[in-house]
């Protein structure tokens, strides 16, 4: 539910838990959770990940950027864990799928991702997930899928 100052409330009605953080606050801190992992800074990273996945509980990028976290330190295994989690709530969101892929290739699981990571190179809706799941598959030699064995 949106309120008037633009924060939205957890608990549906009249009295409940106010979210005091906007949209555009919200992808400030995801940009900043993002970053964080990238530099190598998952403690943090899964803090604010954590926090942002209370906020937003029906949104896939509080476990996907875990996964990042993780992913960045090289803890395959809880990537992929996490990953699959958020594939079971957002089964049909590309970007879980594609980076879901990617774990599974760190965790040296290459069957499994090539499964995830086929139909997303032949059909994905969004085209940089497209490529970007023909890109991991040509770094694993599994291009032949997507080229049709050329």
Known sequence: MQTANNSVSLVGGGG???????????????????????????????QLFD?????????????L??????????HFGEAV?????AQLAWPDDEAVQAVLGLALQRAC??????????????????GAVRYAARDLLETTGSSRV?????
């Open 146 to 150: 997507v080229n049709g064995g050329m």
């Open 51 to 63: 926090a942002l996945g209370r906020l937003r509980p029906n949104a896939s990028f509080a476990l």
């Open 16 to 46: 409940g838990v106010v979210d005091p953080l906007s949209a555009g606050e919200v992808r400030f801190l995801v940009g900043l959770a993002f970053a964080a992992a990238l530099r190598g800074q998952c403690e943090l990273a899964l």
């Open 65 to 74: 950027g875990q996964a990042v976290a993780l992913l960045a330190v090289g």
């Open 81 to 85: 864990a996490a990953l699959e989690q």
């Open 109 to 126: 699981r290459h069957a499994q991702a090539q499964r995830v990571l086929s139909p997303l190179a032949a059909a994905a809706r969004d």
